[in-house]
Each structure stands twice: as structure tokens, then as C-alpha cells.
């Protein structure tokens, strides 16, 4: 026992010869030192270290920021959450859409379904097929507006086919009668090939903002892509017929 208490005395005498200057530069010349001994950081940090003299409590230091790291992470899981759900919707609301077109039964019902009942499985106020002038007649149909030669390619497109307008200017052209509902839309080109002539989905909402440059366009590329796809294969069907 007394060999112990007598090598206890001398490690104890040897810490009382450090000062923190001496900690410090031995720690920079060993900075692996925590890392092989992180219990030691656990054992310091276990009991509050906050004094009457202002020392830094290390453990409500380190809680704290962890309860914030924890909180962003949150925060940024319930963003995903969210976004994940609004996709889902709006996947729901796009693929609804496509069975009902692919159920028309001729051009003029085709045109029918896409104006009158895509706006309620969309969720928006308006949809119209624009055509513009060209060598094609097309009948007159409720929600088919007829445009004067070049103006769709007037639309500020930057080498996309969709256009997101949070604050949509009012067009009668575009959305015929229906021109005063529309607060914020959705122009979307379409390519096909029979119309000789172009053409654009517009989709219209009342509510400001709700097209924006940042929402996805993938579900609105698919929709378009079976649009015009149907509504070429129509097209062929009465030139045959």
C-alpha cells in the first residue's frame, strides 16, 4: 500500500509541475491524443463544468449544439416529407388524367375530356388546347382556342417546351372566356406533326404562385407526352376515315 501512495504522490506532484501552456503544446504536437482517448472526453465532460469564475460548460455546450443539429435535421426531413407527398399528389392527379384521355372515343371527345374534366383531377381552373392557323381544319370544340400564326412561339420558352408562370398575365386568346380565373399558369408545347401548325396545353389556377420556375416538370412532360401522342393518333384516324 505504501509503494502506491507513494507513486500516487509523485504522478500528482508531476501534473502540478504542468501549466497549460505546456498542455497545449504537447496536445498540438499529438493531435491523435482524443481520438485514442475519447472516454477521457466523456469522463471530463460527464459532470457540469460551469464555475462561479465563467468556465465554459463543455457538456451544455455540446448538448446544445446537438439539439440544434437535431432540430435542422428535422426541419429538413419534414421538407422531404412534404415534398415527397406533394409529388405523390400530383402523380396521382397526372396519371388519373391520362387514363381519362385514353378512354375518348374520337377527336372531339378526346378535346372534351382534356378541357372540361382534366381541371378538376388537376386541381386547376382551366385547361384549353391551343392550335395555331394551319392547313388542318379542326371543328369548333368547347376549350380549343384558335391562334393567329406565331404567336405561341412569342412565349418566353428558353429552349424548354414548359413554361411556369407564377403571375400570368390575362389572355383571351389562350384561355378564352375563362381568361379572368387565371391568376397563374402552365404553358406547355406540344409537338404534333398531322396539326401542321404549332400548338400548346395551357393549364391555368386562380391562386398566384401556384406555377412556379421551381417545381418539377416531369409529370407535366409525361401528360404532354401522351397528349400529343393521342391526339396525333386521332388526327390520323380521321384523315383515314
Known amino acids: 500500500m505504501a509503494k502506491d501512495s507513494s507513486k500516487k504522490r509523485k ?4 501534473v502540478d509541475m504542468l501549466d497549460t501552456d505546456i498542455v497545449r503544446e504537447w496536445l498540438s504536437a499529438n493531435p491523435d491524443f482524443f481520438d485514442v482517448n475519447s472516454d477521457l472526453i466523456a469522463e471530463l465532460i460527464g459532470s457540469n463544468r460551469h464555475t462561479e469564475n465563467g468556465v465554459v460548460n463543455m457538456q451544455s455546450f455540446l448538448v446544445e449544439r446537438l439539439q440544434k443539429q437535431v432540430a435542422a435535421l428535422k426541419e429538413i426531413q419534414a421538407g422531404l416529407l412534404s415534398a415527397a407527398r406533394a409529388n405523390l399528389q400530383t402523380q396521382q392527379m397526372v396519371h388519373k388524367s ?3 384521355i385514353l378512354s375518348a372515343t374520337s377527336v372531339s371527345h378526346f378535346v372534351h375530356i382534356l378541357t372540361q374534366d382534366l381541371p378538376e383531377y388537376l386541381d ?9 392557323d394551319g392547313s388542318i381544319p379542326l371543328p369548333a370544340m368547347t376549350g380549343l382556342q384558335r391562334l393567329k400564326s406565331g404567336n405561341i412561339n412569342k412565349a418566353n420558352w428558353a429552349a424548354n417546351d414548359i413554361l411556369m408562370r407564377p403571375s400570368a398575365p390575362k389572355s383571351k386568346a389562350v384561355f ?4 379572368d380565373l ?10 404534333v406533326p398531322l396539326l401542321n401548325a404549332p400548338a400548346m396545353l395551357a393549364i391555368g389556377s386562380r391562386e398566384i404562385g401556384h406555377f ?3 417545381q418539377g416538370t416531369e409529370l407535366l412532360s409525361f401528360l ?3 397528349v400529343q401522342s393521342l391526339l396525333q393518333m386521332w388526327l390520323e384516324q380521321q384523315s383515314i376515315s
Request: with cysteine; charged share 15%; net charge negative.
Open 11 to 14: 504522478n500528482t506532484a508531476s
Open 98 to 100: 391520362v387514363q381519362a
Open 124 to 132: 386547376v381552373d382551366v385547361v384549353t388546347l391551343c392550335v395555331e
Open 176 to 179: 378564352g372566356p375563362a381568361k
Open 182 to 191: 387565371v391568376a397563374s399558369d402552365a404553358l406547355i408545347r406540344l409537338h
Open 212 to 214: 412556379h420556375n421551381d
Open 224 to 226: 404532354a407526352n401522351c
